[in-house]
């Protein structure tokens, strides 16, 4: 079964944790379209959506589904998004898609966050996906450079690219991330930085992954 194919299993199973009349979270990214796409299937379901990103504002909206402001919505009770990378205890890579900062927003702002996958996601060790770090255009070089030192990665900025915030990403290779929760708090005090692309100190809750079988975790 191709891996697209997974990532639809995983995003339709993510329905079943839907409850009539709820604002859901809605992240971004390919395995998100999907569970974007099954929503639409249930017009009138849900109350509404917050987004994470304009790229999903614009799908739920194709399919009628009103995206409302995090500001009016309060707490959710669901979030529902994609990874770059899964560990054992559910901490995660993100920012592959650019939207980490309104992603991590909305988990924050979450009391469930549910994580779709495909199995090629899982990994024993966080790192071997660059780890996206959104900053402020004027603090690329600075942030760069402190990022070295502090864990001897190496920063490349992701040319051409503007965040919905406006701005930059630098994705950090040759990373082993043994203790994720202190390179997330270390990373988040560099002057510049906006949002560190690790889901650590708040976690997914529950993570389906799409495989040949799906697997909720
Ligand atoms: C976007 C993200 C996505 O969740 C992540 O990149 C996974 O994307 P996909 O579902 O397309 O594999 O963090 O910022």
């Given amino acids: 079964m191709p891996q697209n194919e997974h990532k639809r299993l995983a995003a339709e199973k993510a329905m079943d944790y839907l409850e009539d009349g709820m604002i859901v979270g809605v992240g971004t990214g390919s395995t998100v379209a999907w569970f974007i796409d099954a929503l639409g299937r249930e017009p009138g379901r849900i109350k509404g959506a917050v987004s994470s990103s304009e790229q999903s504002t614009q799908r739920l909206k194709s ?59 899982q990994v024993p060790v966080l790192g ?23 864990t001897g990665g190496q920063p490349v900025w992701r040319d051409g690219v503007t965040t919905d915030n406006g701005n930059l990403i630098l994705d950090v290779h040759n990373l082993t991330i043994t203790d994720p929760v202190a390179m997330e708090t270390a990373l988040n005090q560099i002057p510049g930085v906006v949002t560190v692309g690790l889901f650590a100190r708040r976690p997914a809750d529950v993570v389906i992954v799409g495989g040949d079988t799906i697997q909720v975790l």
């Fill in 128 to 150: 071997k996906f660059p780890l996206p770090v959104e900053v402020i255009p004027m603090a690329r070089s600075l942030v760069a450079r402190e990022i070295l030192t502090l």
């Fill in 63 to 121: 399919h009628g589904i009103e995206v409302l402001d995090l500001n009016y919505a309060g707490t959710l009770s669901l979030y529902v998004d994609g990874a770059d990378e899964c560990d054992p205890h559910k901490r995660l890579i993100k920012g592959g898609g650019a939207a980490l900062t309104r992603e991590k927003i909305i988990a924050q702002a979450s009391r469930q966050f549910v994580c779709i996958i495909d199995a090629s996601k």
